[in-house]
């Protein structure tokens, strides 16, 4: 006995049995010379699917076998006559019914068999054979068929050939070939102009996904869980052309970004309330973190369409993502916000009609990333009497390279790296970030060091969390830590007094009122508050130096300071923290 693979069929088991038989043929080898000439002149994206995996392929294709023996598909025009075995391919439906005197309604099987011709050699009857065609040729004439061609031309005529297809990998023998093919032998060219060939979803551990291995994730649940932009955005910053893995874990990260766009908006909205809007000319704004968002603006403009242009659509989608997540909210929101809340009617009414010019015309990019949230924001809060329905009509703002102002861009990045190291430097001695300290002082030579400090003390200030920024060298006589960034060194003053300990008290409640204010509901800039402490000594007089800035941060109407509960008639939370050891207890109240 010899034991053997056996082929089997792939549906039902059932032994197969391999053998030779007569089949029709296309002599490809031919035009393999033509197919590589041809497919050189595509754009491939990425370039090796083209120049290696592509090229590969076509040299070493082979004739292609165009018959097959089944019952559904494209029957296959040939005739053979029983007498004297003449051949005819029939070239239409218009010349079989001639040659025939049969019109067909249906030219598939099996009323296509039944029609026969008469020979004109010998006066035989001929016959069609069985045969039907390669399903890889109706695929390869998609570009022709699907407008209509050859019974209209005119569409054809307008779009071959097409801009951009776009498959995943399996089909550099699928159907990118199977339409070149068909475009060389019936065109003399290449159908179409560019190709992205994408790549797979996998699974988290980068193997293909199966029923049966237990590891497929059905569509539906992930935008059951995390909606259809999440999905959307989740495939759209990874790289196109590589094979992505998907991850519930990368839902959830893509899932907080979003989430942080959609609370610029919030946050924006809120403020631009009723507020008059001013209609500003970017190029007349002159605070330097204004002209530096407006900048960023325009160069995340400039660098997705760019990527776009490219096929390049994890480049596009991560800049809008990245601009709204690190500059907008990160970094402009958090030193802009004391003055777009500015109880100073024209500082606020300046630096929100910014950030509304800003939001505006970042809208219609995020459609292309997120559609749904897109429209939500821009049907709740930017669409004004006259505007169009649908985000969707909106056309993309042009960038204005006028606009674009590198140094200022590269000002912000040692202003990034300064904080940076300032936070390096307080974790190495174990200080908080929410403890204010009295200073800071920048040592460089460098004079881009200097010009970023001067542009962007306030920056510095509110993201290190200091009272004063200066540039020069330490005094001998102060506690200092050191820290060092790429341009120079940083000392932040260790003299911590009262005054910033209280301050650093004032930090810690406002952030667990805001947190209450999150778990009651409360929107800041909407609802307003009252609030109750006890502590001890050290609180009350953090609260009594810093009241209005609590209740400004807070947006509180009354902060009290009680020794007992019973001073606290009714409130809507009460919760007890523990701040730097001390034992606080807070009440909120709407109003
Ligand atoms: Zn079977
Ligand atoms: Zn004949």
């Not at 025009?77 to 239409?92: D, H, L, N, T």
């Amino acid at each position: 006995t010899v034991v053997h693979k056996y082929p089997v069929c792939w549906r039902c088991d059932t032994p197969l049995i391999i053998r030779a038989t007569k089949q029709w043929f296309i002599r490809i080898s031919d035009i393999r010379e033509k197919l590589l000439s041809e497919s050189d002149k595509v754009e491939w994206v990425p370039r090796w699917g083209g120049e290696r995996r592509f090229r590969d392929w076509l040299l070493g294709v082979e004739d292609w076998i165009i018959s097959r023996q089944r019952y559904w598909g494209i029957p296959m025009p040939i005739w053979i006559c029983e007498k004297c075995g003449k051949v005819e391919v029939m070239g239409s439906s218009k010349e079989l019914e001639d040659r025939s005197g049969v019109k067909l309604n249906d030219l598939h099987r099996p009323w296509v068999d039944e029609v026969s011709i008469k020979c004109d050699s010998c006066g035989g009857t001929m016959r069609r054979i069985p045969d039907i065609m390669d399903v890889w040729y109706d695929s390869g004439i998609s570009f022709f068929a699907s407008l209509g061609y050859p019974y209209k031309t005119d569409s054809l005529s307008e779009m071959f050939p097409v801009d951009f297809i776009t498959e995943g990998h399996d089909q550099v023998r699928g159907w990118f070939f199977s339409l070149l093919r068909m475009g060389v032998l019936l065109f003399g060219r290449a159908p179409y102009r560019s190709v992205l060939m994408h790549g797979f979803m996998l699974d988290e551990k980068g193997r293909e996904m199966h029923k049966r291995l237990g590891n497929y994730v059905p569509p539906q649940e992930i935008v059951k869980r995390f909606g259809r932009d999440c999905f959307r955005a989740f495939v759209l910053t990874k790289v196109p052309w590589q094979d992505l893995r998907f991850s519930w874990r990368g839902m959830e990260e893509v899932w907080r970004k979003l989430n942080i766009i959609w609370n610029v908006y919030v946050f924006a909205t809120t403020y631009i309330g009723d507020k008059e809007i001013k209609e500003i000319d970017p190029r007349d704004v002159r605070d330097p973190i204004n002209k530096w968002l407006i900048s960023r603006l325009n160069i995340m403009m400039k660098n997705f369409r760019e990527a776009m242009e490219g096929y390049n659509l994890h480049i596009a989608s991560n800049e809008i993502i990245n601009f709204l997540v690190e500059d907008v909210s990160h970094l402009y929101l958090r030193v802009s916000r004391k003055k777009i809340r500015s109880k100073d009617e024209a500082t606020s009414s300046e630096w929100i009609s910014v950030l509304y010019y800003v939001l505006r015309n970042v809208i219609p990019y995020l459609s292309i990333v997120t559609p749904f949230l897109a429209e939500k924001i821009y049907l709740d809060a930017f669409m004004m009497d006259g505007d169009p329905e649908s985000v969707n009509f909106l056309t993309l703002p042009e960038p204005d390279s006028y606009m674009i102002d590198e140094e200022l861009e590269s000002l912000m990045d040692i202003v990034r790296r300064i904080i940076s190291s300032s936070g390096q430097a307080r974790s190495s001695v174990g200080l908080k970030k929410r403890q204010p300290l009295r200073r800071m002082i920048i040592s460089s030579e460098n004079p881009a060091v200097k010009k970023a400090v001067e542009n962007f003390s306030e920056v510095i200030m509110i993201e290190a969390n200091l009272r004063e920024v200066e540039l020069g060298d330490p005094p001998k006589d102060e506690k200092w830590i050191e820290g060092s960034f790429n341009g120079g060194k940083i000392y932040l003053s260790l003299e911590i007094g009262e005054e910033e300990i209280l301050e650093g008290l004032s930090r810690e409640l406002i952030r667990r009122i805001q947190l209450m204010r999150k778990e009651l509901g409360l929107t800041l800039g909407v609802e307003r508050i009252e609030v109750y402490i006890q502590g001890d000594e050290e609180i009350r007089k953090a609260v009594d130096s810093f009241y209005d800035d609590i209740a400004w941060n807070s947006d509180a109407d009354l902060i009290k300071v009680v020794n007992d509960p019973e001073e606290v008639s009714e409130f809507s939370l009460g919760k007890e923290w523990e701040i730097d050891g001390k034992k606080v207890v807070i009440w909120v109240k709407k109003i």
